[in-house]
Structures are given as C-alpha cells and as structure tokens.
C-alpha cells in the first residue's frame, strides 16, 4: 500500500498474526523518530521512553532487538532520511482482557521516507469537542489508540486546520493530535503539564532542555485557549517536524512576535542533529 | 497461539498487514457475539451496530461480507457453540492520522469456542482508578483502544476482583471493563445512559426491552458508586455472559435480594435464544 519497508520480529516484510492484541485491544505503544544519514537522532531517549512506557503496562522490551530493527530499515531504504515508526505489542493470545501468560511481545519496525519539508512547516489549528482524558493511563503514554486522534483531525481538516488543538474535559490545553504545543511570552517559554494529558513527546523534553541556554525561562504550566491568543508567539513540536509556528487558531489569526524566540531552540536541537548524525535536518536536500 | 479459527477478507487462515490503521491507530470497531447451534444470535442488532458505529467513523461495512466471515468460521469449527469476534479496520495506510482515500477496509472473523459456565457467572468488582471520558467518541463505540480496559482488568485481578467498575471522571458509573451495569430497586430497573461513557452494549439493549414484561420499569439514569451499595440487586450484561449477578463490590459483600427480578429477564432473553437459534443457553450441553 504505502511502499514503505516494514520488519516484524526479526524478518524484513513479515505479517501480522490477527489474533495480535495489539490490534484485538490497542494493547501497545509505538514510538516515532527520524534518522538523519541513517543515524537515529536521540536514539537512547526514544528508546528508553519506548521502554518505560511498555514496562508500565507489563510489556518489556528487548532495547537490542529495537536497534536491530531500525538498522535492518535503514539498511534496506534507499532513502538517507528516514521516519522510523516502532510498535510494541503484548503479541497473539486468547480473547481474554487479561493476557495470556505465554503471550510473547510483537516488534514492529516499519521506515517512511522523511520529506525535509515537513520542518518548521506553519500549523493552522482548530480546537476539537473530542477531549484528552488524564484519568487514563493510555493517554500519558503513545499508546495505540489513536481514533481520537483519527477523528479530531478528520474534523479539523474539515474546518480548513491543520491539526485539532485538543483540550482536557475541564478545559485545559493538551496537545494537538500529533504534536506538543508551546507558548512563548515575555521570555517565558509555557508548556501543559503531562498531567493535563498532554503526551510526553521527546522533541517537548528537548525544548526545554534548550529553553535556558536560548535565554528563556521554561515552565510547564496549565494553559487555556484565551493564553494561547493571548501568547507572543505558539508553536507545535513533534519528532518529525521539529518546531513548528502556529499561525492560525479557531479563525483567528495569530501574531508572530516570537520567531527570533524560536529560532536558537531550533539551532539547538538542530546542532544535536549534526553532533550525532553528521547533517543538519535544514537542509533540503540529503548530506 | 489460541487454535482458533479466524477469517480475514475472505479467507480463512489469513494474516494481517502491519500497516494495517487496526493496528497502528486503533482505527476500527469490532463486535462480539455467540453463535448457538451455528446461528448466530441477535444477528441483525449486531450487524447494524457494527455498520452504525463502523459509519460514525467513516468507514463502511459490507454487511453480507460480515455474514459470510460469520459462516464461514461456524462452517469450519467443530464446536456448536462459537464466540464471533468482528473487527473491521479502515485498512493498511501510510503514517498520516488521515487516511488514504485508496483505503480498504480490512475485515476480520475470529471464533473461540463458549464455556456455558460464564453464563449468569457471578462476579466480584473493584472499583477503578482509571475513568471512561465521556467526552471521547471512541469510548462511546467499540473501537479498538482497549488498553485502559486491559490496565484496570489487571489492577481489579490484583485486587481480588473478576472485572473493575469504571467511573466517569465526574465519578458516575459507566460500566466495567466488558459489561454493562444495571441495579434493581424496588422494581426499578436502573442503568447508566450512554451518554455517561457507557458501552452501548447489545445485551445491555436486550434487558432493557425485557424489563416491562417482567414487570420492572426501566430507566437510563445516572449511578454512583453509593447507588450500586443501596440497590437490592447489582448486574452485568454482556452478549457472552447474558445477565450475571454481582456479589462483592471493593470489599463489600452486595444484597442478592433482587434475584427472582432477574430471573424473568433471563428467561426472556433465552427464549429469545430458543426461538432464533432452536437450542437454550442454560443446558449445560449443547444440544
């Protein structure tokens, strides 16, 4: 369907059982990263989140068979760039909630190609009706539920956006389906907390990490729509398309009075590309 | 793994494309009902809720095709007395929460054999940490994102319990991890409104019609935790298990005061099951 290479448990182009509870229950989590020259950037961060993560569920992960799986895409792929999606499952079993004790994890590997394009492209937004939930343990990890998701965004292209900016039932912001959302004021640089459901995306851990030296001050605090219109400058931040300005909420047009803001976390970040991948992820074509 | 059949697309033995949206994004529903005597009861209600809530997300069930998934798995098994699990995913994609529009649906059968000892089994529940958001379309269909179900299955086995009640963040009852919940009072029969996060269960729908002749009147009404204490009679419902009385909730032995209401409202629904499938869900044996 897609092209895209896919590795299973070892093999290059392998299937799925469908008695996999992955699909039967959602009952996974995934990750996702780019590898830049064929080097995964933040390789050991993605990999130990993907391992916290599944051991919260009581699924653990072989961080050596991960690595083989990325390296087995990459050396595969044509393509010097590559999105690597990872997917843990709990594997085959009964039809059971709880899982069999001889249920033995699925891992999945699957390579896109990364288009350079998609770094820094602006987001128009609208809010959704669809809420995050913090009282569910799969929404603080990326779990693979992600029909919320599938249907905010549905609903936002509909409404002329880009992404969904996704609230919590009491109003606060969280994310948007795909990334993590900042709010830069006065030299302060705002971000929700987890625990308004907002997902613990690596490129979020990042920015604030970059947020000192650039000389902003972090805090991760509970927003509200009115302070994302209010802010000097909002961006989206995810993996794959590093910092993204915000351009555009429910209708209304947002001031870009941050940009210079932004610009040396991504020099940051982008300068971590280079140190362990020997490219800068600015460049539209491939080192 | 489990010996099971399973059909997927019109083949028996299938496998899966671990691209598939089922998988990657919970981008699905499914269904689960029990075959008697090789028919499958309450077809028509199972199938429309299927294609219903499939529809609500955009994906479109051929509805014959299901049938014939259905029989062929009944066709192929030895037991007269077969659980059917449905899935129907929008098909393998590329990585984009919105799908391709060359998406097809991906359909799947599977078949496990039923225990009559799960019938009106009496269970013990615990109290979850974990709510249901009623402010999530997929918590209001059978979709694929299960994996807060599985976590409070686990977390009420650890506690002693057969299943976990789930309650709404603004602490109604929903229903547990795989049933619904009714409370008898005083020839009341009480349920949670779906609007309050509950499953829209086809049991749940079944009990509910059978209330009047059984001289109960019924009503969708919001539950907490303290009215589940105070009923005279506490039960689940699925399309597995039929209506199985409660007896422990968090430590506390419940009243069984209410079990002669029940029982018309069993008898009710296996007539059901005489009449569509010519053999009733109480022998022991199948016929």
């Known amino acids: 369907v897609t092209g895209g290479l896919c590795w299973i448990n070892g093999r290059l182009g392998g299937t799925l059982d469908p008695r996999d509870r992955g699909l039967t229950l959602g009952d996974g989590v ?28 009581g699924i653990e992960v072989d961080t050596a068979a991960v690595q083989e799986g990325w390296h087995a895409v990459l050396r595969e792929s ?16 009964g039809r059971a909630l709880r899982p069999d004790s ?40 990326k779990s693979l539920g992600y029909l919320d998701h599938v249907l905010a965004a549905r609903e936002a292209a509909a409404r002329g956006a880009d992404d969904a900016l996704m609230l919590t039932p009491s109003g ?30 690596i490129m979020r851990h990042l ?19 009115a302070d994302l219109l209010a802010a000097d400058q909002l961006f989206l931040t995810n993996s794959v398309r590093f910092l993204c ?10 001031p870009q009075r941050g940009q210079d803001r932004m610009k040396p976390l991504l020099a940051a970040i982008c300068g ?4 362990q991948c020997g490219t800068d992820p ?6």
Chains 1, 2 share one sequence.
Not at 79 to 93: D, N, Y
Not at 173 to 201: E, H, M, Y
């Open 172 to 201: 606060a912001v969280a994310c948007t389906t795909i990334a993590n959302v900042f709010a830069i004021s006065d030299g302060r640089l705002v971000t929700p907390p987890l625990s308004d459901a907002a997902q613990p995306g």
């Open 282 to 287: 600015r460049l539209r074509e491939a080192a």
């Open 207 to 225: 920015v604030l990490q970059a947020a000192e030296p650039a000389g902003l001050s972090a805090e991760e605090r509970r927003l509200e729509p």
């Open 272 to 275: 971590q590309v280079v140190e």
């Open 102 to 141: 001889a249920a033995q994890p699925t891992l999945i590997v699957a390579g896109a190609t990364w288009d350079p394009r998609v770094l820094g492209a602006p987001a128009k937004l609208a809010t959704s009706a669809i809420t995050r939930n913090p009282g569910s343990p799969s929404s603080r990890i």
């Open 78 to 93: 044509s393509a010097a760039r590559l999105i690597l999606r990872t997917t843990v499952t709990r594997g085959p079993s």
């Open 30 to 57: 995934f990750d996702t990263l780019v590898a830049f020259n064929r080097v995964p950037f933040a390789a050991d961060l993605h990999l130990q989140r993907l391992r916290d993560q599944a051991h919260s569920i």
């Open 245 to 254: 300005p915000c351009v555009w909420l429910d209708g209304t047009l947002l």
